[in-house]
Each structure stands twice: as structure tokens, then as C-alpha cells.
């Protein structure tokens, strides 16, 4: 049994993708378990952006439409 385990950025709703460390900022395409900073520290990549989910700057994943209104152009 395959588990398709495809994480979803919390943030924008897009793909995440390899690991990067929120402490030193080192890049991994998996987690890396000897990583010093300590794996934990290793977050799922956004697609989008490249950043982990907490610094996603990607366009946020809208629950319910809130009428925005629009700046005068
Ligand atoms: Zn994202
Ligand atoms: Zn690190
Ligand atoms: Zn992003």
C-alpha cells in the first residue's frame, strides 16, 4: 500500500516540496534527520514561493469571499 502523501501549504493551498530549516535556512529535498538545527526544525516547502508555510507570501487561501473594496483605479 502506497500512502499518497502530498502535503498542502496551510497558507496558499498550494503544493508543498522538499524541507527547509526555519533556523539556519539550509534546503533539503527530504527531511533530513542528522540535520543539526534538528529535523523538526525542517518545514515542507511552498511550490509557490519557496518559503515554509509560516512565511508563505503567496496569495492566502480565501474560506469565504469577503467583499474587498476595491481601490479606485
Ligand atoms: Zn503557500
Ligand atoms: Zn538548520
Ligand atoms: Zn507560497
Redesign the pocket.
Known sequence: MESTDIKI??????K?YGFKCVMCGAEEEIEDSSHTCGPERCEAK????G?V?KE?T?EPVKKDADPVPTPAA
Open positions: 501549504c496551510k497558507i496558499c493551498g498550494g508543498l511552498c511550490v509557490g514561493c518559503q508555510e508563505c503567496c
